[in-house]
């Protein structure tokens, strides 16, 4: 038994003369030619259309958000007393891990323990 039986409805059509619903094509509004399939008509003002680009950089690395975040906090002159780039200025050091992890962490990530700030950091590859 054919469980779609009487749930489907099949059409006839007879594209060279006519359909089964005794409509013919040329009732079917413009024909093909006069819907602006040319690129020029796209536009709408006679122009090419200029077609999507992709972002600039899209498929470029970029650093992480933990990253981009740790930066702020080490580049931020206010708390140097706290953690501040170190002499060479390609590292940094952080002064004061108690104030750190109470104060700064909860400012910029989801947490307050400073051995999760540093198992992430070790995470971290050069690149």
Known sequence: MDPFHGIVKEEEFDFAGG?????????????????????????????????????????????????NKTYEVVDDHSTDTIVSWGVAGNTFVVWDAHAFSMVLLPRYFKHSNFSSFVRQLNTVQEG
């Open 19 to 67: 359909a089964a619903d005794g409509y013919s094509p040329s009732s079917w509004g413009s024909s093909p030619s006069s819907w602006g399939s040319s690129p020029s008509s796209w536009a709408g003002d006679g122009a090419l259309a200029e077609l999507p680009r992709p972002m600039d950089g899209l498929g470029e690395a970029c650093p992480t958000p933990f990253l």
